[in-house]
């Protein structure tokens, strides 16, 4: 089975988990902008990675509007965000990004990644900046709150390899 790996990362994360994912399968790896929906049929197994941002996974169009050309392919989808993986937040990263039927199209999973500010463009900055001053105008925070504060001035990495073991047996199946 030939498989592909493909990704786009704002701040590494997403690409830490693709190259481990591309490693373990011995897959071909490429960046989300060095690849097209052509090459793409032409593999049987597709895996993408994209980062959260407000609930919509980065560059997943590339898929989404594609899913009738790869309807004879298995395809995984990984999202990465900083938060803990939560039932109901993997819910819906999944219902903003796949209507039901492709949800039927394709595996879903969600790798906790990190936070690193000094990486974000300016756009994405100052997206950031907005939601660090609504957090500081609440009166409690919970503790993801606290930790996303916090994560301003010391960047955060959640990565660890063995996350990918469950995507890692899905494509091996």
Not at 35 to 52: F, R
């Amino acid at each position: 089975m030939k498989t592909i790996v493909v990704f786009k990362s704002k701040s590494g994360f997403v690409k830490k988990y693709a190259t481990w994912i591309a490693e373990e399968l011995e897959a071909d790896l490429f960046e989300y902008s060095k690849v097209t929906i052509k090459e793409l049929e032409s593999y049987d197994t597709i895996i993408y990675g994209g980062g959260l941002y407000t609930v919509g996974i980065n560059g997943i169009k590339l898929i989404t509007k594609n899913l009738n050309r790869l309807k004879d392919k298995r395809i995984v989808v990984f999202a990465s965000g900083a938060t803990p993986p939560r039932k109901d937040d993997i819910e819906k990263v999944k219902n903003k990004n796949f209507t039901k039927e492709q949800q039927k199209q394709l595996q879903f999973f969600y790798l906790r990644g990190g936070f690193d500010y000094k990486k974000l463009n300016l756009g994405d900055k100052l997206l950031m900046k907005i939601l660090k001053w609504k957090l500081k105008m609440k009166k409690t925070l919970m503790p993801d709150e606290r930790g996303m504060l916090a994560s301003y001035t010391v960047p955060v990495d959640f990565t660890k390899k063995k996350n990918i073991e469950e995507i890692i047996l899905y494509v091996n199946s």
